[in-house]
């Protein structure tokens, strides 16, 4: 594998992941529990798009087919997404839960990549890190708040997390040409990420009352980056991609 | 006639915001070039406000437009690019007064490091109090929180900052 062929793996990981979740979000336009938390699914959903299109940009750049082509025409296998990011949205519990793992990944990914090595990546990852901020906040807030709410909140909130911790683990599947993102400088990798990543969710979630899985118990679900995903992905695309399918050229 | 840069951003002046009417897309501080070549062509260069703007193609277009009206200019092209990162201390003095016509609160300055914290002592656009509750940092547009004025009992939205 060579860099060009090493930073396309990247790029399409961190865009198929913004995607896949900013669709699941936008599964909670017109049902958020409350008007506000309906807009602010929706914005985030508005926001991962965004950002998913400018690295598919990216991709473009580097010899791969436009956005859209790239976005709306391939089948499951040909995804790189994590399973954290395919499953349906659940209870709000569930999403919200999602939202907090995902968003502080992405947040400290784009972080990292501000001083990329690869200057077109940097300077994307600057604005988006801005952006996500907002997403981790509000997450935050939300994990806190339903971690400190009742019995009931509380215990649906563990619940979820405990569901979601070893799919969340998956995030950090490591790529097959890690140390030469490393070495070149273009990403600090995804062992490093995740020690990061840890080192932030866990006082935060212990914070909002809420127990981090036993350790020993923790078991990566992998599998996603190679384009082995679990069944909620092709029908998820079979929806994104329905107007496509029906005229290409539709436009609005 | 000698085409100037300045001559071009004061024309854009004229290029208000499709979201925020009152306020010029240079006051916003999203054009971060103009170039002038022969016979008169113009390159300008903008960057994006937020990554998922739907407006910003629009208001390629629309510079596109404004620029097309003027005589003895040669091609106008329009490109969007990252490599200055927009962050709303690029709004002018004149924009925040912009903002603040529109009726959102102008974003505070030098927020690099933001917080709910700081997010909360966003002072009303209506009555200047800072007496405000922030309902949520997503609003109507990628660049608006929702807050509430206890003093005016105003809702209002703001213009975050990035």
């Known amino acids: 594998m060579n860099n060009i062929d090493a930073l396309k793996e990247l790029l399409y990981k961190m865009a198929d992941d913004q995607l896949i979740i900013g669709h699941r979000n936008s599964e909670w336009n017109g049902l958020g529990p409350i008007l506000e938390e309906d807009i602010a699914f929706s914005s985030m959903a508005q926001d991962k798009m965004g950002q998913s299109e400018h690295l598919y940009n990216l991709l473009n750049q ?11 025409t391939r089948n499951a296998p040909q995804f790189h997404c994590s399973h954290l990011v395919e499953l349906p949205i659940g209870g709000y519990d569930f999403s919200l839960i999602r939202h907090f793992l995902f968003d502080f990944a992405e ?9 990329s090595a690869y200057q077109p990546l940097a300077q994307v990852a600057k604005k988006f890190f801005g952006e996500v901020k907002y997403h981790t906040m509000h997450a ?6 339903l971690g400190h709410g009742n019995e009931e909140s509380n215990g649906k909130m563990q619940e979820s997390l405990n569901f979601a911790w070893d799919y969340a683990l998956g995030m950090f599947e490591p790529g097959p040409a890690e140390e030469m993102l490393i070495n070149e400088n273009i990403f600090i990798g995804e062992e490093a990420l995740q020690a990061k ?44 991609t329905e107007v496509y399918s029906i005229d290409p050229s539709a436009d609005w | 006639m000698n085409i100037t840069p300045a001559f071009i951003r004061n024309e854009l002046k004229q290029v208000k915001d499709p979201e925020i009417p009152t306020i ?13 070549g022969e016979h008169n062509t113009v390159h300008v260069t903008l960057t994006p406000t937020f990554a998922g703007c739907p407006a910003l193609r629009m208001m390629e277009d629309m510079v596109k437009e404004h620029l097309g009206k003027i005589e003895n200019l040669g091609e106008i092209t329009v490109k969007t690019s990252f490599e200055t990162t927009w962050t ?3 709004i002018s003095d004149e924009g925040h007064a912009a903002i603040k016509q529109h009726g959102l609160a102008p974003p505070m300055r030098n927020c690099a490091h933001i917080s709910m914290e700081i997010l909360e002592a966003t002072s009303c656009p209506y ?8 309902k949520s940092p997503f609003g109507p547009t990628l660049c608006r929180s929702l807050h509430y004025c206890n003093n005016c009992k105003q809702a209002f939205e703001g213009f975050k900052p990035v």
């Open chain 2, 127 to 134: 009555c200047d109090s800072n007496d405000t509750k922030m």
């Open chain 2, 24 to 36: 010029s897309i240079v006051d916003l501080g999203i054009v971060t070039g103009i170039e002038i």
């Open chain 1, 107 to 115: 947040y400290l990914r784009f972080e990292a990549l501000k001083t």
């Open chain 1, 140 to 145: 935050n807030t939300w994990v806190y708040q």
């Open chain 2, 88 to 90: 709303t201390d690029l």
């Open chain 1, 197 to 240: 990543w840890l080192e932030v969710v866990i006082p935060l979630l212990e914070k909002s009352n809420l127990v981090i899985p036993e350790k020993s118990s923790w078991a990566p679900i992998y599998g996603g980056r190679t384009g082995n995903h679990t069944a909620h992905l092709q029908p998820l695309l079979s929806e994104m």
């Open chain 1, 62 to 72: 580097l010899g791969e087919a436009d956005a859209d082509t790239v976005a709306f």
